[in-house]
């Protein structure tokens, strides 16, 4: 990828409260199970305010790839669903939605489909989906090291469906990629989950609640089983909730700085695990407010530490992580050991950047535990890593000389981050910042 920013970007230092609004683009999660839904539906589907960042353009032209028609050149995307065909390559980028939703939808194609990535996304594990494919009859096979991209997977057309056991430990998406695909299988699909713990269960809802939106019969009343009825999908027109968890950074802004930061569009129910924030975040010292469908999250600079579990939102360990090394008392968090198979190992990387600057942050077997100490500038690394770039701009609105490693990474999920970033500094009156302009007065 080209980089518009220099290798490094020096973080602002915040220098007076924040007064902003900021317009975060749509939910990666929802643009991504929205996308790959409607390549498997009986019509076509308006997706509108999609995300537009490189895991849905990899999602949206992974689709293509297989033959579906994905129009992103009107204001809604429009999604046309075709008869899926083989012989093809898919790039996964380092996208979990990606590498995990589409094996099982590329069962369903008229030949072999191979799947490749960025040289990160090699370690992140793809073992459980794999074998649980294999289980259910598909042939895959494997090209690197064992579990891992990259991968072929030799689609027949159809795949009879059926029930398997996953260990979901490692992450949620092995199940939600099982199940965005099972009602195309003949025989529906049941998915029971065998592991000890299983991470981000929001978003497995999430899975659910969309399927259940476009028409499919899911039932969920057993704990970690879920069982997908076969049936149509229905082609439908959605609107996508904002990314929350793209929030959180200016959202945790507003506690660093002191002053406000509002977004709108705050869904008033969600299945996003962004919707934990304003619990998190009162926790951890804001007074946090929805007043209709803007959330606002007002600070004085003063930040707690917490002891948290993480596990059913553990996108949010990094942004977390970054307030806790600002707070006026340690931090702990659990139930995140699956951080170490995201982008990076998260656990590592937190821990590894916190220290450089001299904090302390220490790994624990399943979290961190970060002890609030001075912080001095340097280097921030980020290591491919979205949410370690926006965390570092987080620590850098406090402490002066904090460069920001190759933050053109937030093109991952957020590509407006810098514009968005620098204008919510600027607009300390009340002004809606969106994709790096300010749009005039909110009130
Ligand atoms: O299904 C999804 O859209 C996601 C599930 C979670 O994955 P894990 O369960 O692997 O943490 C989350 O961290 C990721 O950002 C998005
Ligand atoms: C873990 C994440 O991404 P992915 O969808 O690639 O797993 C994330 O966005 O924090």
Not at 365 to 387: E, K
Request: aromatic residues 4%.
């Amino acid at each position: 990828m080209t980089s518009t920013y220099a290798d490094l970007w020096s973080a602002p230092v915040v220098s007076a409260p924040l007064d902003a609004t900021v317009a975060v683009p749509g939910s990666k999660s929802l643009s991504n199970r929205y996308l790959a839904l409607a390549a498997l539906a009986d019509g076509p589907s308006t997706l509108r305010s999609l995300l537009v960042s490189r895991d849905t353009q990899l999602m949206a032209a992974a689709l293509e790839t297989l033959g579906v028609d994905v129009d992103l050149s009107g204001d809604a995307v429009r999604v046309t669903p075709a008869r899926l065909r083989g012989h093809v390559t898919i790039d996964c980028g380092l996208a979990g939605t990606v590498m995990r939703f589409l094996p099982a939808i590329a069962a369903l194609a008229d030949g072999p489909v191979h799947f490749k990535g960025d040289v990160e996304a090699l370690v992140r594990p793809m073992g459980p989906l794999l074998r649980a494919l294999r289980t259910l009859g598909v042939r895959v096979d494997e090209e690197g090291e064992p579990g891992h991209l990259p991968f072929t997977v030799h689609g027949r057309g159809s795949v009879g469906g059926g029930q398997v056991d996953i260990d979901a430990s490692g992450s949620s998406q092995f199940v939600s990629g099982l199940l965005l695909a099972g009602a195309r299988f003949e025989r529906g699909l049941t998915v029971r989950h065998t592991g000890r713990t299983l991470p981000s269960l929001p978003h497995i809802e999430m899975t659910v609640a969309v399927l259940r939106a476009a028409g499919v019969v899911v039932d969920d009343s057993r704990p970690e089983i879920w069982r997908v009825e076969p049936g149509p999908v229905a082609g439908r027109d959605v609107q996508v909730e904002p990314d929350l968890s793209n929030a959180a950074p200016f959202l945790c802004a507003a506690m660093v700085a002191g002053g406000s930061v509002r977004v709108p569009g705050w869904p008033s129910r969600t299945t996003q695990p962004g919707g934990l924030l304003p619990g998190i975040l009162t926790r951890m010292g804001a007074s946090v407010a929805l007043d209709g469908e803007v959330l606002t999250v007002t600070g004085t600079g003063e930040v707690r530490g917490v002891d948290l579990d993480l596990k059913a939102a553990g996108e949010l360990a990094p942004t977390i992580a970054a307030l806790a090394a600002l707070a006026d008392s340690p931090t702990r968090l659990r139930g995140i050991a699956h951080l170490r198979g995201h982008e990076t190992d998260r656990l590592a990387a937190l821990a590894a950047e916190i220290t450089r600057l001299g904090g302390q942050a220490e790994q624990t077997s399943d979290g961190l535990v970060i002890t609030p100490r001075p912080l001095h500038g340097g280097v921030w690394r980020t290591y491919a890593d979205h949410r370690m770039a926006t965390a570092g701009a987080l620590v850098g609105l406090r402490v002066p000389g904090v460069e920001v490693e190759d933050v053109a990474t937030t093109a991952k999920t957020l590509p407006g981050f810098v514009d968005l970033w620098t204008g919510m500094l600027a607009a300390s009156d009340g002004h809606v910042v969106r994709d790096g302009l300010t749009a005039g007065p909110t009130a």
